[in-house]
């Protein structure tokens, strides 16, 4: 999005607005293993924006060199499911999302005439480890 207008709530309670120029809507997507082959998954919505800058930071005993995007991570909207394998998670807009954040990440503008995007999770299999066993699963 070459600019997009964002208002939101600051620490003090109060509606404060910016403009992101080149903006991208995407989601940062982490699992973790659970008892009896599930997966807990949780999505974070981030927006990307402007021109890229150049960061140093320390990993694993290494200093790395990295450009990157600013980023403006919505926390509070942070979506978290459990999956067992073979069920799906499938994340979308409502039927109107105009003007709201949903709107860029989920509808297509009217130039486009996309009718939206959907976000669909499947978890297809796990590997069973004893260490995720379920108790009365370990002594048989």
């Known amino acids: ?30 699992t973790e293993a659970e008892y009896g082959g599930r997966v ?21 005993g290494e200093i790395v060199y990295e450009m990157k995007k600013r980023r403006e991570v919505f926390e509070a909207l ?5 999956l067992s394998p073979g ?6 807009p409502k039927i109107n999302c105009e003007g709201t954040l949903a709107e860029h990440f989920f509808c297509g503008s009217d130039e486009t005439m996309n009718p939206g995007k959907f976000f669909l999770i499947r978890l297809i299999q796990t590997q069973k480890d004893e260490l995720f066993a379920v108790e009365s699963q370990r002594e048989e």
């Open 87 to 92: 069920r799906m998670l499938l994340i979308g």
């Open 78 to 82: 942070t979506m978290e499911a459990t």
């Open 40 to 60: 807990s998954v949780q999505l974070v919505p981030i927006i990307t924006h402007g021109e890229p800058v150049g960061q140093f930071y320390g990993d694993q």
């Open 1 to 30: 999005l070459p600019e997009l207008p964002l208002l939101q709530l600051n620490a003090q309670g109060r509606v404060a607005g910016k403009t992101l120029i080149e903006a991208q809507t995407i989601f940062e997507f982490e």
